[in-house]
């Protein structure tokens, strides 16, 4: 259980380290006007997103494997928080998909201060779960 347990959390910090480093290549491309930086952001963009996404799944194959080893944890109530959270994570997830696709189609309707604030959401996700997962308050 503690290999499996190992690798839920090394899949969540390469998936966080996505979801907090794709919005701030967000913020320096939507300030970006030249052909050359549009290009190369894209690539960077298309890129972290694969690997953000592989840590997302990673994520939820390790998790459900240790509800698998642990299935009295789902009853608890931390752990129904912790699942709805992680469920929105995963939609916001998909969202960033979206961004990406806008800014390679040269469609960005965002500004760079509306992804300075989005960048934000996932740091607040990630306080959430770690207080539910160590105090397990309910």
């Not at 290549?25 to 300030?31: I, K, P, Q, W």
């Not at 494997?65 to 699942?83: C, E, N, Y």
């Not at 959401?121 to 306080?127: E, G, H, I, N, Q």
């Amino acid at each position: 259980m503690l290999w499996v347990k190992a690798f839920h959390i090394v899949f969540v910090v390469s998936w966080f380290a996505g979801l907090f480093y794709l919005p701030r290549l967000f913020v320096y491309h939507a300030d970006t006007r030249d052909a050359a930086g549009h290009e190369r952001f894209c690539v960077m963009e298309r890129r972290l997103y694969g690997i953000t996404t592989i840590g997302m799944l990673g994520t939820w194959i390790f998790g459900i494997w240790l509800l698998l080893l642990i299935p009295q944890w789902l009853s608890a109530g931390w752990l129904h928080a912790k699942l709805a959270l992680v469920v929105g994570l995963s939609g916001y997830h998909g969202w960033l998909k979206t961004r990406v696709r806008a800014f390679a189609e040269q469609r960005n309707d965002k500004s760079a201060r509306f992804y300075r604030i989005v960048n934000e959401v996932p740091a607040l996700v990630l306080v959430a779960i770690v207080i539910l997962v160590v105090v397990k308050p309910f």
